[in-house]
C-alpha cells in the first residue's frame, strides 16, 4: 500500500519558468511533510518542509504548499534552473515520539530543467 | 544542516560473506537513526529504526537476523548485512535527526551494495 503517491515519474521544464511538482498520501495520521533532492548513488538532500497545521511555507526559490482536506501537498520551484536536474521525494513522517525523523517516501519525480 | 556520515560509499563482496556498513553522525548526537534501502528506480523503504542502547526496530518483512543493527553510541550506528546473496544487492542509505522532537532527517551519502 503506497501511502505516499507521487504520480508523475517526470517532469521537463525550461530555465526560468516554474516547476511544480506534486505528491498526494492516504495516511490522515501523517502530520508533517518534507521534500527531497537527490542525485544518483547519493543520499537525499533536504529541502523545504511543512507542519499539517500550515498550508505554505517558503524558503528562498522553493514553495511547499499543503491542502490538507485533498491530502495534497506540491513543492513549487521559481525560476527553475539547470542545477536542480534531480529526483525529488515527497516524504510524510506521522505523528511525534518514536516517529519524529521515521519518514515515508514517495516514488520521486524526476525533474529535468532545460537551458 | 546536520552531517551524516556514511561508509563505505561502495562494496563488493562475494554471496555468503557479511558486509558491515557504518553510519555516523558527525556534528550533533542521534539517538534514533534510520537505515533505508532503495532498488533501480523505486522509492526508498524504511528498514528499521536504530536506538541508541536498545534493540532495533524492525519494519515487517525485514529479516532482523540477517540485517544486523548496532547502535553503540550516540553517534554510530552499523548495519551488518548477513550472508548476502545477490538479491541483497541494493543501496543503503541512513539517516538522523538531530536533537528530540526534529522531524527533519539527514542522511547520509548512501552505500551501493553489489553481491556477486
Known amino acids: 500500500d503506497q501511502q505516499v503517491k507521487q504520480n508523475s515519474p517526470s517532469l521537463s521544464v525550461q530555465e526560468g519558468r516554474i516547476s511544480i511538482l506534486n505528491c498526494d498520501y492516504t495516511?490522515?495520521?501523517?502530520?508533517?511533510f518534507l521534500w527531497y533532492k537527490k542525485y544518483p548513488a547519493e543520499g537525499p538532500t533536504f529541502l523545504i518542509s511543512?507542519?499539517?497545521?500550515?498550508d505554505k511555507n517558503e524558503d528562498g526559490r522553493f514553495t511547499v504548499f499543503l491542502n490538507k482536506s485533498a491530502k495534497h501537498l506540491s513543492l513549487h520551484i521559481v525560476p527553475s534552473q539547470p542545477g536542480d536536474s534531480a529526483v525529488y521525494f515527497c516524504a510524510a513522517s506521522a505523528d511525534g515520539g518514536t516517529s519524529y525523523g521515521k519518514l515515508t517516501f514517495g516514488q520521486g519525480t524526476i525533474l529535468t530543467v532545460h537551458p | 544542516g546536520a552531517v551524516v556520515s556514511q561508509h563505505p560509499s561502495r562494496v563488493i563482496c562475494k554471496s555468503g560473506t557479511s558486509v558491515k556498513i557504518e553510519c555516523r553522525s558527525l556534528?550533533?548526537?542521534?539517538?534514533?537513526m534510520f537505515w533505508y534501502r532503495q532498488f533501480p528506480k523505486q522509492s526508498l523503504m524504511l528498514m528499521a529504526t536504530s536506538n541508541e542502547g536498545s534493540k532495533a526496530t524492525y519494519e515487517q518483512g525485514v529479516e532482523k537476523d540477517k540485517f544486523l543493527i548496532n547502535h553503540a553510541s550516540l553517534t554510530l550506528s552499523t548495519l551488518t548485512v548477513a550472508s548476502a546473496h545477490p538479491e541483497d544487492s541494493s543501496f543503503y542509505i541512513c539517516s538522523a535527526t538531530e536533537g528530540a522532537g526534529a522531524y527533519e532527517a539527514f542522511f547520509g551519502q548512501g552505500t551501493r551494495l553489489t553481491v556477486v
Open positions: 495516511n490522515s495520521m501523517f502530520d508533517y
Open positions: 556534528d550533533f548526537q542521534a539517538t534514533t
Open positions: 511543512i507542519s499539517s497545521i500550515k
